[in-house]
């Protein structure tokens, strides 16, 4: 059975600070891995998807890499802002059902300004 | 193009009473998931259809939840008698291509359910 975890659950940092945000899953037998950002009280966020067979992807300030055969994905905040404050998810979707997106817990991020 | 919507945002209602919950695909796509995310947890997936076809409902539960995708309107997500514990937010996303493919799922923002 697919399980996500993510750790630091909770980070607090000072603006400016490049950090990372970590993502491990138990069966590496994934069709993709994705981020997304979610703001309190509101929706998902896509932030960046990785195909199976990919290393990373890049949008912006951000840089999410995916290890599968050691069942890991970071995602990479450089130059961090307070606007950059909220939890942030990472899915990775069953490549036996490959509709179902199996979810970690979140890691909630405050940026201090 | 509008993205997936949800209605309502917020909904509470009292022990024993019904929740309906609303959402409305993309464009173009004809397949929705419905999530839920209880307090300080990840997403759970529920149930996935396709116009008038629920193609699998094993993360839903048995009793008291069901689900349709009729052929014209929102797809809704029925919660009857609800419970404290059924308080949750209820995300809904959509896809263009269910199960084969390269297809991403994009999401509503989500119906927040209280029960008082």
């Known amino acids: 059975k697919q399980e996500v975890t993510q750790i630091p659950a909770a980070l607090s940092v000072p603006e400016g600070e490049n950090l990372v945000l970590n993502c491990s899953f138990t069966?590496?037998?994934?069709?993709?891995l994705q981020w997304f950002r979610q703001d309190p009280g509101k929706g998902l966020t896509s932030l960046l998807l990785?195909?199976?067979s990919q290393r990373e992807q890049t949008s912006g300030r951000l840089n999410a890499s995916l290890d599968k055969s050691s069942g890991r994905s970071t995602l990479y905040i450089a130059a961090s802002q307070p606007g950059d404050s909220a939890t942030y998810l990472c899915?990775?979707?069953?490549?036996?059902?490959?509709?179902?997106?199996?979810w970690g817990a979140g890691t909630k991020l405050i940026i201090k300004p | 193009n509008a993205g997936v919507m949800q209605n309502p945002r917020h909904l509470v209602r009292r022990r024993g009473q019904e929740a309906r919950l609303r959402c409305s695909p993309m464009?173009?796509?004809?397949?929705v998931y419905w999530y839920r995310q209880l307090p300080e947890e990840g997403l759970k997936f529920m149930v996935y259809?396709?116009?008038?076809?629920?193609?699998?409902e094993s993360g839903m539960p048995k009793e008291r939840f069901s689900a349709e995708f009729p052929k014209e309107g929102p797809s809704i997500l029925r919660i009857q008698q609800v419970v404290r514990g059924d308080s949750a937010a209820y995300f809904c996303?959509?896809?263009?291509?269910?199960?084969?493919?390269?297809?991403?799922?994009?999401f509503g923002p989500g119906t927040r359910l209280t029960v008082l």
């Open positions: 899915a990775v979707r069953l490549r036996d059902s490959n509709y179902q997106l199996i």
């Open positions: 990785i195909q199976s």
């Open positions: 259809l396709q116009k008038e076809n629920i193609i699998d």
């Open positions: 069966d590496s037998a994934i069709y993709n």
């Open positions: 464009k173009g796509h004809s397949h």
């Open positions: 996303a959509s896809s263009p291509i269910g199960l084969a493919g390269d297809s991403e799922q994009f």
